[in-house]
Every structure is written in C-alpha cells, then in structure tokens.
C-alpha cells in the first residue's frame, strides 16, 4: 500500500482514539466487559444555612371569643398591718340643744286641822286631812282626803295620828280595799300619845289611797297647834313607759 492511501486511514484512527479518551476509556479496538461498580463515596460536608424566608402576611383579626366563666374566688390573704392614726380632724358645730329628761314626780303631804273644839267629820268614809303641806302636783284632795295616782309605779304612804280622848283604829285603803290596818288603845292618859304605820303600794293611773277611820269609840284621832296627825304619800319609783327617763 502506498503512501498516499495510508494518510486518509491514520486520520480516521487518530479521530476515533481522541473520542475514546474523552469519555475515560482506554483505546481499543475490541470492546471488553463492563468493569464492577466502584464503592460509595464518602459524604460531603453540610452544606451552609439558606437565608431566611420573608415575613408572612398579616391574619385577618379572628372573632371575639365569648366570655368564660368566673373562676372560683381565691383565699383571703393575711390581714394587713394597721395603719397609723390619721390627723385629729376639726372640732364640729355645737348642736342645737335637746329637750330636758324629768323624772315623773308625785308627793303629797297634809296635816289634820284642829278639832279640840269640835269632833272630827269623816267624808265618804275619809279622814279629811284637809290642811295641805304640800301638793305640788294636785294628785291628793284636801277636801275629799283622797290621793289620786297620775304615774304608774310604787309608791310609799305613811300616816301618823296623835290619839286622844279615845281609842284609834284606822285602815289605810285602796280602792275600797284595806291594805293595811293600825290600832291604838287610849288608857285615859291625862296626855295625847302617838300611832303610825306606813306601806308600799303599787298603783296604776285612776288608783286612788286613802285613811278611812273606824266609828265609835275607836276615833280617838287628835290634832291641835301642839301635835298634829298627818297624811303623807310619794312616788318610790315609776313605770312609765312613756317616760324619757323610763322608756
């Protein structure tokens, strides 16, 4: 073969050989088994953080929720330390002037007039002690000898009678009734001698008290400017409830 036919042959060899070992191949011209696969690589490194992303968009506001119900009431803490005492504020306007309280009041007492000279007239069953000590209130009669009571309470009477010429028995009366009864006999005594008594009653408005003396022999109640007998009640204590004092 000539020269000149074996230039256009190497060409084409040289051609398909540079091909051949681009793609890692050793040249040949006789194709040979696929070879083993080769062992994993190792792994690479991490790679380094994205960025971060943008914000989100801003939500629709949600609805309101309804209201929940009331919890339980906790437990009461531990009192406090007292404060200290604040200024003394200013001293106030005097006020108007109230109505006075007074005690209920009722006494009375009287003396017998003189009866040397005449005998003694009772009236209505009273001994007429007409001569008034003192009556303040006008709750006794000089003239009908009787104390009517005003106060509801108790009160205290006393009768003292000088006793002459003859024997003395009287009674003290409540309302017709005897509540308590005194005697003295009369010897003759060329001198008057004395009898007295007292009680405790208790009496409610229109009550009325007085000395009711026995007829005959037993009226020996004496009074002259020397000696008197007398009358004598007031109130101990009252039971008024209508009272300022006593409500």
């Known amino acids: 073969m000539t020269p000149f036919l074996l230039w256009p042959l190497s060409l ?33 490194s991490p790679g380094q ?15 309101k929720g309804e209201t929940g119900e009331r919890g339980q009431n906790g437990v009461s803490g531990e009192r406090g330390y007292s404060g200290d005492s604040g200024a003394q504020g200013e001293k106030g ?20 007039a003189d009866n040397r000279s005449m005998p003694l007239v009772v009236v209505d069953n009273a001994v007429p002690f007409g001569v008034v000590i003192l009556n303040e ?13 005003r106060v509801p309470g108790v009160y205290y009477f006393a009768v003292h009678a000088t006793v002459y010429r003859a024997s003395l028995q009287f009674d003290l009366m409540k309302n017709g009734h005897v509540t308590a009864s005194y005697f003295q ?24 008290v007085w000395v009711q003396m026995a007829l005959g022999e037993y009226g020996g109640f004496y009074s002259s400017s020397k000696t008197d007998s007398t009358f004598t009640g007031f109130l101990v204590y009252s039971e008024w409830k209508n009272s300022a004092v006593f409500a």
């Open 12 to 44: 084409f060899l040289l051609m398909n050989s540079s091909n051949q070992l681009e793609d890692n191949k050793i040249p040949s011209l006789c194709s040979g088994q696929p070879g083993i696969p080769g062992t994993p690589g190792v792994h690479g």
């Open 49 to 63: 953080s994205g960025r971060d992303g943008r914000d989100g968009r801003d939500a629709p506001p949600a609805e």
């Open 93 to 112: 306007e005097r006020g108007p002037s109230g109505e006075c309280a007074v005690a209920p009041k009722s006494a009375f007492s009287a003396k017998m």
């Open 137 to 149: 209130q006008g709750d006794y009669n000089p003239e009908t000898g009787r104390f009517t009571c």
């Open 185 to 208: 006999f009369y010897g003759n005594w060329p001198k008057p001698t004395s009898l007295s008594g007292g009680s405790l009653l208790h009496l409610v408005p229109g009550d009325q």
